[in-house]
């Protein structure tokens, strides 16, 4: 008995493979048929598919007075009147509102990756400019110093000229040397 039945849960479930490997779907498209009045055996006017608007006008024993935009009034069992939009309505809305939104997230992600090359660009420059601060403010110093030794220099050559110039008429040197 106990391999009975290991045998058929083996096929049952050999037999429901192939079914779950195929995705099909049943369509949510509902057809409902709008009446001369508020029963089934009232005359067909036409019928209305998944996502007709409608405005309700009143409502009586389970139906619904209905007219289309077209100005066509009839009757419908109240369960087919919702004031909320079906898939059908909504689906199309969303998919859309979905593709906007991907490409506006492209969009997006290209201007964050480009603002971050700008970023990683902006800090090297910042580096650049700090060792260029450090170099001016070297090379500032050192001028500096070159204008100081080349002052101090000019100063020593005219003392030094200075010194050895001849002071007044030759008679007065020597006088002064004879003193």
């Given amino acids: 008995m ?10 049952a479930a050999l037999c429901v493979v192939p079914l779950a490997a195929s995705a099909d779907y049943i369509r949510d498209e509902v057809r409902v048929n709008m009446r001369t009045g ?12 998944s996502g007709s608007q409608v405005a309700r006008l009143g409502q009586e024993d389970g139906w619904v007075l209905i007219r289309t935009p077209d100005g066509k009034e ?6 087919y009147v919702t004031r909320q939009a079906p898939p059908s309505v909504i689906l199309p809305k969303a998919q859309a ?20 090359s700008d970023v ?12 260029l601060e450090d ?14 030794f080349t002052g101090a220099a000019i100063a020593g050559l005219f003392l030094a000229v200075g010194a050895m110039w001849p002071r007044g008429s030759a008679a007065q040197r020597t006088r002064r040397i004879k003193l």
């Fill in 135 to 148: 170099e001016n403010r070297t090379l500032v110093r050192s001028d500096n110093w070159k204008k100081w």
């Fill in 2 to 11: 106990h391999h009975r039945y290991l045998t058929l849960s083996s096929l």
């Fill in 74 to 79: 009839g009757w419908v069992p109240t369960p």
């Fill in 38 to 49: 508020p029963s089934s055996e009232h005359r067909i006017l036409r019928v209305l598919v």
């Fill in 120 to 131: 990683r660009e902006l800090s090297q420059l910042r580096a650049r400019n700090r060792l």
């Fill in 97 to 116: 509102e979905l593709t906007e939104a991907r490409a506006q997230i492209e969009k997006l992600s290209n201007q964050v990756t480009h603002q971050a």
